[in-house]
């Protein structure tokens, strides 16, 4: 059984940069692809990025252009996204998926695989 395990959140300042990383343990997924979605408190459940299985394609939420960066080593199981200048918009608990379809994790549609999830919270 597959499972994607989130690190890297946590407590921290407006303006900030922060990575969370995800790595999937159980067996190789090869020739999925992996991304990242969010849900603030009190609110819907978003896409935010997603990366093509050889990590040569990556796309984006409009919200996150700019200031996310999702990234990926060719053939890893292993998945990042940093952000930079952090907001306190940007508070929300971060799920890392994984997904033999780069256009389904895009499209939000039945996604085989989900973490947990890591909360980061962005103070003022």
């Known amino acids: 059984q597959v499972q994607l395990v989130e690190s890297g959140g946590g407590l921290v300042q407006a303006g900030d940069s922060l990575r969370v990383s995800c790595a999937a343990s159980?067996?190789?997924?090869?020739?999925?692809?992996m991304g990242w979605f969010r849900q603030a408190p009190g609110k819907e459940r978003e896409f935010v990025a997603a990366?093509?299985?050889?990590?040569?394609?990556?796309y984006y939420a409009d919200f996150a252009k700019g200031r996310f960066t999702i990234s990926r080593e060719y053939g890893k199981d292993t998945v990042n996204l940093r952000v930079d200048s952090l907001k306190p918009e940007d508070t929300a608990r971060y799920y890392c998926?994984?997904?033999?379809?780069?256009?389904?994790?895009?499209?939000?549609?039945?996604?085989?695989?989900w973490g947990q999830g890591t909360l980061v919270t962005v103070s003022s």
């Open positions: 990366v093509s299985w050889s990590g040569s394609s990556n």
């Open positions: 159980g067996r190789t997924l090869n020739n999925y692809a």
């Open positions: 998926v994984a997904d033999p379809s780069f256009r389904a994790i895009i499209a939000s549609d039945d996604i085989e695989l």
